[in-house]
C-alpha cells in the first residue's frame, strides 16, 4: 500500500514557481521525519530538504534559498514551495518518511510514486 502521495509537480519556465505537496495516507506524518528526494535521468537520487517531528528543517546547498519546506499537521500535508527555478532542478521529486531522522539520506523506511518537475531555459 502507497503510504505517501505526491502531487504538485508539472511544467514551467525557468525562474517560475511550483509548490509540491506530500500526502499521508495511512502514516501521520507529524510522527515522522520528512523529506523531499529527486532524481533526474542518469543521476542518483538526491536529498532536496527535510523537516524534522519538531519543525527543524535542513536544505541541500542547490536550493538553499529558493525552496521553503514547511509543514501542515491539520491536513496531514508537507509541501515544498519551489521558487526561482532552474533547468537542473528538473527530475521526479519524492517524499519520504521515517521515524529516525536521516535527513538528506536515502535510508528513509516510506517513500511516495513521485511528480515530475520540468523546468524549460
Known amino acids: 500500500q502507497l503510504q505517501l502521495v505526491e502531487s504538485g509537480g508539472g511544467s514551467v519556465q525557468s525562474g517560475g514557481s511550483l509548490r509540491l505537496s506530500c500526502a499521508g495516507s495511512?502514516?501521520?506524518?507529524?510522527?515522522?521525519?520528512v523529506g523531499w528526494f529527486r532524481q533526474a535521468p542518469g543521476k542518483e537520487r538526491e536529498g532536496v530538504s527535510r523537516?524534522?517531528?519538531?519543525?527543524?528543517?535542513k536544505y541541500a546547498d542547490s536550493v538553499k534559498g529558493r525552496f521553503t519546506m514547511s509543514r501542515d499537521n491539520d491536513r496531514n500535508m508537507v509541501y515544498l514551495q519551489m521558487n526561482s527555478l532552474k533547468p537542473e532542478d528538473t527530475a521526479i521529486y519524492y517524499c519520504?518518511?521515517?521515524?529516525?531522522?536521516?535527513?538528506?539520506?536515502?535510508?528513509?523506511?516510506?517513500w511516495g510514486q513521485g511528480t515530475q518537475v520540468t523546468v524549460s531555459s
Open positions: 519520504a518518511a521515517d521515524m529516525l531522522d536521516y535527513e538528506l539520506g536515502r535510508e528513509y523506511d516510506y
Open positions: 495511512v502514516l501521520m506524518l507529524e510522527d515522522y521525519n
Open positions: 523537516i524534522t517531528r519538531e519543525g527543524n528543517i
